[in-house]
């Protein structure tokens, strides 16, 4: 009887075992297949039916949830921020599908990411909520000072932590309300995202990760970095003539300075007052193998290793096109003709030179949790490259403060704080208008913050600079990231 027994308990327990592995093979080998099988309609509404994981700033605000509704997918997903976050949260649709973080880390929100879904043996036979958490590096504080200090001028301010590359505030306006996105209605769905798509401003795209603009003379910066390196230039030689203009070989239309002025001298004096003509001869000097090597080294011509889906490259021309057209290389050296860059690469730069030449990638999300806050998926700092020894950096540091505490970015000077900076103003090819930027780091012996901000120009806005539009932008974030406090009065810029 005894050995029946036994033999009757192994062939159970071989029967659950085979059970057991198949459920496995299922859920964990085999779930790409079945997920992507045409016939396999689950994917499609796994997002209102099932739970999915919240995402919360790093200061702890709720930016996007899921809820509990009446009507026959019973969840809702909503963004009590709106438009705010709307860049980085991206949406979840019903019917187009996912954007921003909500595609990224689809798996970690909806419970399909291995890690989250099974973290102990039990959960194998326990019914409980399985969706991972986002903790996100971006600070609400920053976020609303920086979108308040943009206001309803289209641009977009990045603000990133230089020694560790998470992202403390990205905004881009024109934005967009991604709870239009996310109904049940499909009829009213449909009518927003139409809506959305014609209007011409393009709300749906990010012009802090996914447009590039000309970035003028925040480029000036790459410049003086290639030029340091190669020895073309030193702190205090070759000085550069007085002059309202520079006509570059192969060509006799001339490159001004800004509003006709003269300008020359060292490097620090060209950095300073932001000469045209200096720097564009110093372009032709230094040839452009070293100016493309130097504009590539700090990140131009590579994708941004962001965690945020569809970001675009910043581009530099590749050096052989100058071989027959100089003066072209001389405008590309002051940040025009088709040098182009997006507001998070000229954040980026300005970290990478806080940061004594190590540029570190990017991050918008600082780590994954499970629903009741246990850690599962930490993201620490990851260094993307060494593009500057640290006598260049160090070099760079000293020249861009001196362009807040007696050039061009006045603007940016904080009581007690001593900030970094070069500002820019970008031609527009075809309008009257220009384009603002300014890029800036501080403190300058400690950097906590390294921001970008551009402002777009149009022949509505007309001739606009860096130092007096963008400069109030990024010295509003500043202070917000290192909480410096607010003043009363306004001091001259």
């Known amino acids: 009887m005894n050995r029946q027994i ?39 509404v796994i997002a209102f039916t099932e739970p999915r994981g919240a995402i919360r700033t790093a200061d702890g605000e709720l930016i996007a949830e899921t809820v509990a509704v009446t009507d026959d997918l019973k969840r809702l997903r909503t963004y009590p921020h709106g438009e705010l976050y709307a ?70 301010v990045v603000a990133l932590d230089p020694s560790t590359g998470a992202v403390l505030s990205m905004v881009s306006w024109p934005s967009y309300d991604p709870n239009g996105l996310v109904g049940h209605d499909i009829s009213a769905v449909r009518n927003v995202r139409f809506a959305l798509l014609a209007d011409e401003s393009n709300p749906l795209r990010s012009k802090a990760y996914r ?26 030689a070759p000085v550069y003539p007085v002059a309202s203009e ?13 509003g006709g002025s003269s300008c020359g001298g060292n490097l620090g004096e060209l950095m300073r007052v932001s000469c045209n003509t200096g720097f564009a001869e110093m372009g032709v000097q230094m040839g452009a193998d070293i100016l493309s090597r130097a504009a590539e080294d700090l990140g131009f011509n590579s994708t941004p290793n962001i965690d945020l889906p569809d970001a675009v490259e910043s581009v530099f021309p590749d050096p052989g096109f100058f071989d027959d057209n100089i003066p072209l290389l001389a405008q590309s050296a002051i940040g025009q003709f088709e040098v182009a860059a997006t507001p998070l690469q000229m954040a980026m730069l300005a970290a990478t030179i806080a940061n004594d030449g190590i540029q570190m990638e990017p991050r918008v999300v600082q780590r994954v949790t499970s629903f009741d806050g246990e850690v599962i998926h930490e993201y620490g700092p990851r260094v993307g490259s060494r593009p500057l020894d640290l006598a260049t950096s160090q070099q760079l540091q000293t020249l861009m403060a001196r362009v807040v505490s007696e050039g061009t970015a006045r603007g940016l000077q904080i009581d007690d704080i001593a ?14 208008g220009t384009h603002a930027w300014i890029i ?13 901000v ?6 509505a806005t007309g001739q606009q600079t860096g130092g007096s539009v963008a400069a109030p932008v990024a010295k509003a974030v500043i202070e917000a990231v290192l909480q410096v406090p607010t003043r009363t009065d306004t001091p001259e810029s």
């Open 419 to 432: 900030v970094a900076a070069k500002t820019g103003t970008a031609e527009l090819d075809g309008s009257e």
């Open 87 to 156: 860049h980085v949260t991206g949406f979840v649709s019903l019917e187009f599908g996912a954007d921003g973080l909500e595609r990224e880390y689809n798996d970690e929100l909806s419970g399909a990411d291995v890690e989250v879904r099974i973290q102990s043996f039990s959960d194998f036979f326990i019914d409980r909520d399985r969706t991972g958490q986002l903790e996100l590096t971006l600070r609400h504080d920053v976020q609303l000072v920086a979108r308040a200090a943009l206001g309803d001028r289209k641009g977009a």
């Open 454 to 459: 551009l402002v777009e120009g149009d022949d």
């Open 6 to 44: 036994t033999k009757l308990a192994a062939v159970l327990m071989g029967g659950y075992l085979v059970l057991f592995v198949q459920l496995n093979v299922i859920q964990l080998v085999r779930a790409d297949q079945y997920t992507s099988h045409e016939a396999n309609t689950r994917e499609i």
């Open 211 to 236: 447009e590039r603009y000309a970035p003028g003379s925040t480029f000036k910066v790459v410049t003086a970095a290639g030029a340091l390196r190669s020895g073309t230039v030193t702190q205090d």
């Open 440 to 452: 800036a780091f501080a403190p300058v012996d400690d950097p906590k913050v390294a921001v970008a």
């Open 246 to 258: 520079y006509i570059a070989p192969q060509t006799e239309r001339p490159i001004t300075n800004f």
